[in-house]
């Protein structure tokens, strides 16, 4: 069984601009989550998404969206990007039977640099 | 709120033991998970611990103490390629959904 995949693996941004990530869950999954990740600040829950339905919310400002497809498949969008958005943007999808909290499979991340 | 605490940097030796703990504060709280994280690639679930007790899974082994919103994960026979990032993770009951809430994580530094 193929594993989560995220597209693209590195982002090079400039301040202002938006940005749009994809992942790809494991075949099967219909749970999607999307977690920020920055040094020292560990995996910061940014939003679930489950049969096209955003199912729970972490605290982030609205520039952060997402959406999912009837494929699970999910995009993340920031928009206005600032500096403080340079991070790991991690996906990771589960059964999704009891939300993102069975066992989360996450993907490699996308690295967003903003400049 | 939510917090969770667990210590920046651990480092042992090979072939030793080592446990990583974990302190939590939160209301509606389900379970607790520990993730592994290497450089450079992307957390891997090890552990879940709903019950109090210890549950091993090979060289690994977590422990959970509701009554003292307390956690630990213990790694034995050290390896280098345990070298790693630690995270626990707490699945909350908020509202009307789950939630997962991860520590800044414990970097393990194993050495020969």
């Known amino acids: 069984k193929a594993g989560v995949t995220q597209t693209p693996r590195y982002l090079i941004k400039t301040r202002g601009q938006q940005v749009t990530l994809s992942c790809s869950p494991i075949?099967?999954?219909?749970?999607v989550s999307w977690y920020q990740q920055t040094p020292g600040q560990g995996l910061q829950f940014l939003f679930e998404?489950?049969?096209?339905?955003?199912?729970n919310k972490g605290n982030f400002p609205g520039r952060f969206s997402g959406r999912q497809f009837s494929n699970s498949r999910s995009e993340m969008n920031v928009s206005t990007l600032e500096l403080g958005d340079s991070a790991l943007y991690l996906c990771?999808?589960?059964?999704?039977?009891?939300?993102?909290?069975?066992?989360?499979?996450f993907g490699p991340g996308t690295r967003l640099t903003v400049l | 709120g939510q917090s969770l605490e667990q210590p920046s940097e651990v480092t042992a030796v090979e072939g030793a033991i080592v446990q990583i703990n974990c302190t939590y504060q939160?209301?509606?709280?389900?379970?607790l998970s520990w993730y592994q994280q290497h450089d450079g690639g992307a957390p891997t679930f090890l552990s879940y611990?709903?019950?109090?007790g210890l549950e091993e899974t090979g060289r690994f082994s977590s422990f959970l103490s509701r009554s003292d919103s307390y956690g630990y994960l213990l790694l034995q026979e050290l390896q280098m390629k345990d070298s790693a990032s630690y995270f626990c993770?707490?699945?909350?009951?908020?509202?009307?959904?789950?939630?997962?809430?991860f520590g800044s994580g414990t970097r393990l530094l194993v050495r020969p």
């Open positions: 990771a999808s589960s059964g999704g039977g009891s939300g993102s909290t069975d066992t989360q499979y």
């Open positions: 998404y489950f049969s096209e339905t955003q199912r």
């Open positions: 075949s099967g999954h219909r749970s």
């Open positions: 993770a707490v699945k909350a009951r908020m509202d009307s959904s789950y939630k997962l809430i």
């Open positions: 939160t209301s509606g709280f389900y379970g």
């Open positions: 611990n709903a019950l109090d």
